[in-house]
């Protein structure tokens, strides 16, 4: 390798090109329950009422085309009474003239933009110090599913929604390798998150890092994500990815993880009475 291929900008462009190579595929949706193709796009449904919206680039669409693209793929989800929202998932290195417009013209409302984090998962198998009474443990049970369910929803400020424990539990039921993880404190979950395998690729994904707020600054989030690399490792992992808040961003930056693009969120719901 030359010196120009070890700088971090070379880097950074090598995991971006791995990032779209092996994620932006039907690896990124292993849940799906159908997958359309519409042009470019995917427009895959989950279990619960859950239309996404994903793809590996817009084929040099422009401003119109991408337009067009919008209005066809929300209309497919629309003549689905039972999809209740639409995520379309948008990365902030994608050629999409016109796309934010297009999205909040069709009734999208754009979510916190996340940064694309990527890293060798072996920076992250660290050995890291807990608070005393803290302990770390994978979960299969319903009961604690539901609690870790609950938990995240509370920490990321929404409300306690039973869809979310049971989509986690038919993903255990299906056994497609999530693995979920919690920090206990007292019998009290204070730390969670999943460990997503992706299956035909390098990549493990660590999603769902949730931590209540007395317990944040303590290396718990760390020890957490910490597990979850040293278990994707024994998986034959190698690349790590994970769409990081502002919160957890710093902490995996500081384990080696790069920036290499931001995604946001837009989301559409269905209207009550239509």
Do not use: C
């Not at 193709?37 to 085309?65: I, K």
């Not at 369910?149 to 990321?156: G, L, P, R």
């Amino acid at each position: 390798m030359t010196e120009t291929q070890t700088t971090p900008e070379a880097r950074r462009k090598a995991l971006l090109a791995a990032y779209d190579a092996e994620l932006r595929t039907d690896a990124e949706t292993p849940s799906a329950i159908d997958v359309t193709r519409l042009g470019p796009l995917r427009l895959v449904t989950f279990a619960g009422g859950r239309g996404f919206v994903t793809y590996a680039d817009l084929d040099g669409a422009g401003a119109d085309a991408v337009r067009d693209l919008v209005r066809q793929g929300l209309a497919h989800f629309e003549q689905d009474p039972g999809i209740e929202r639409v995520e379309w998932k948008t990365r902030g290195h994608d050629a999409a003239p016109g796309l934010h417009e297009a999205l909040l013209g069709a009734g999208f409302e754009a979510e916190e933009t996340e940064s694309v984090m990527i890293g060798e998962i072996s920076a992250l198998a660290v050995d890291v110090d807990l608070p005393d009474g803290v302990t770390l443990r994978r979960i299969t049970e319903e009961a604690d599913v539901r609690a870790m369910s609950a938990m995240q929803d509370e920490v990321f400020g929404d409300p306690v929604s039973e869809q979310g424990a049971e989509a986690l539990l038919r993903r255990l039921a299906r056994d497609d390798g999530m693995q979920l993880w919690i920090a206990e404190a007292d019998g009290e979950i204070v730390t969670a998150g999943r460990l997503e395998p992706v299956a035909g690729s390098t990549f493990a994904g660590v999603w769902g890092g949730a931590t209540r707020e007395p317990w944040r600054g303590r290396g718990i989030y760390r020890a957490l994500t910490s597990a979850r690399a040293r278990a994707a490792l024994e998986l034959g992992k190698t690349l790590v990815h994970s769409d990081s808040t502002e919160y957890s961003r710093p902490i995996l930056e500081r384990s080696g993880l790069v920036k290499v693009s931001t995604t946001t969120p837009y989301l559409w719901s269905r209207p009550a009475n239509a």
